[in-house]
């Protein structure tokens, strides 16, 4: 499979249906959202670009953006025709809350909750920059042929859909930077807001400083929580993160995320360890 270009897409939204509280959408997959794990399930950064989407589409009474989204994965999210429903489960002119559901058929396969806080220019000297972190860099200026990881039989699609670049630690528990951004759509026909484009990489992050061997061992991150300081400016989007492993089979990663300009926001993961 060659690399996507801006013309090809996630998904294609093939129904809308608005409710009262809410909405709901029928999605159909590209093979462009297929991931590692399984030949028929996504990968984690699409279902996640896929959730940001469904929130970002949902109307406020005065602007508002994404401040922190959490995404729980039950189950693998397969290839086939979806269902999203979105409702707002905490209304305001402040503060909204909301909830967005994946369904396979009848079945739940992933639950995400949302905060969308009001937006002010009125504020701008209140902005107070994060230090920059060491290590971190520029976003790259070339992207070297991607390097398989051990134990991964093919590049999966949705990384194909990306640039990627990403860190190499020594060991578990060091930290790493990776730098990605999306090449594609993430719905056909639509423009990607930079929020939806920051969710659909955030996912990297669970991979991020996890050395292990790939042929004997999985890492599945069931969830991704990510916290939004800012919305990106830049289409590349880079991870500084650390995993670490503890001895009971449960890993976590974490990230602090960049654009050019510097620190937008901080994402976490929890990993599924697993022989393989």
Not at 9 to 15: C, K
Not at 109 to 128: F, I, K, P, Q, S
Request: charge should be negative; include cysteine; charged fraction near 25%.
């Amino acid at each position: 499979m060659q690399k996507a270009g801006i013309d090809d897409a996630l998904f294609e939204r093939t129904r809308t249906e608005t409710h009262d509280d809410g909405e709901t959408l029928e999605i159909t997959c590209t093979p462009w959202a297929g991931g590692p794990w399984n030949p028929d399930h996504q990968h984690g950064g699409a279902v996640s670009a896929l959730v940001a989407y469904a929130i970002d589409r949902m109307p406020s009474p005065v602007p508002m953006r994404i401040a922190r989204f959490s995404v729980d994965m039950f189950r693998g999210v397969p290839l086939t025709p979806l269902r999203v429903e979105t409702r707002l489960s905490r209304g305001g002119r402040r503060i909204q809350g909301l909830e967005t559901t994946i369904y396979d058929g009848d079945t739940p396969v992933t639950r995400a909750t949302a905060l969308r806080v009001r937006t002010t220019d009125d504020l701008a000297e209140l902005e107070a920059k994060l230090a920059d972190e060491p290590d971190v860099g520029a976003p790259p200026t070339t992207v070297p042929e991607f390097e398989m990881r051990s134990g991964l039989a093919q590049i999966p699609p949705f990384v194909q859909a990306c640039d990627l670049v990403p860190g190499r630690a020594a060991v578990c528990g060091e930290p790493s930077m990776t730098w990605a951004r999306l090449r594609c759509r993430v719905v056909a026909g639509e423009e990607t807001s930079p929020v939806v484009r920051l969710a659909a990489v955030a996912d990297f992050a669970s991979g991020t400083g996890n050395v292990m061997d790939y042929t004997k061992y999985s890492a599945i991150n069931p969830d991704l929580s990510t916290h939004v300081l800012r919305a990106p400016r830049s289409d590349w989007i880079g991870l500084r993160g650390v995993t670490t492993r503890a001895p009971d089979g449960i890993g976590q990663s974490s990230a602090s995320i960049h654009d050019a300009e510097g620190q937008i926001g901080r994402v976490y993961a929890t990993l599924l360890l697993g022989r393989r």
